[in-house]
């Protein structure tokens, strides 16, 4: 099932949005079809898609990665969620134990994983990992879906520790220059170095950390 035809969703309608096999087979792959729904999920996936576009400023297919099609996957497996090849893998047993609002938590789970799928990562040069992980979840994040676990602004031990400290950090370099991680993952296109922070905002990428913790007064993890 692919419903990626849907007038106000025209921007996707050269990429298929796909929820393979039969998630029913599994508790959370139940719960998955009976409290998140397919038809959500897949219009989640596109929604995503649009988003991501936007916030990277990717308005041609020629700022885009050429991908066709993606697929998710509701697997039993340990963890969270992946995402290798265009395809997402979330885990049926993370689903299935999740206490919370579980398609509001999914919903944000496949924002960040969706990111995967569209940013670029150096193209073959050494990139931190968290700040990989970090683009993802400030995506997450600009989309209204940060889990209420996530540190407070100011908080964690470096900029690249990743994820949800380095998706903060990322929100406040955004927030000196509109579009800085836009601008950021463009670059990243074609390679990967911290000198980008500087090309960008005019200061290396540790004394903007330095000056964000400042900001928040706070140097506790």
Known sequence: MAHNNTPLLQATTAVQHIIAGRPETTHGGLRFTTEIGLEYGEQILISATNFIWNIFQQNTDTDRKNIPQVTLFIDDMDG????????????????EKYSGDAKREITGVLYHEMTHV?????????????????????V??????????????????????????????LDHCDGLRNGFVAELNKKMRSGYSDYFFVELLGKTVDQLWIEYKVKHDSTTT
């Open 118 to 138: 569209w940013q670029w990562d150096g193209n073959g040069e050494v990139v931190p990992g968290g700040l990989i992980e970090g683009i993802a979840d400030f």
């Open 80 to 95: 969270v969620a992946y995402t290798s090849n265009d395809e997402i893998h979330v885990s049926a047993n993370y689903v």
């Open 140 to 169: 997450r994040l600009k989309a209204g879906y940060a889990p209420n676990h996530w540190v407070k602004p100011g908080r964690g031990d470096r900029w690249d520790q990743g994820y949800d400290v380095t998706a903060r950090f």
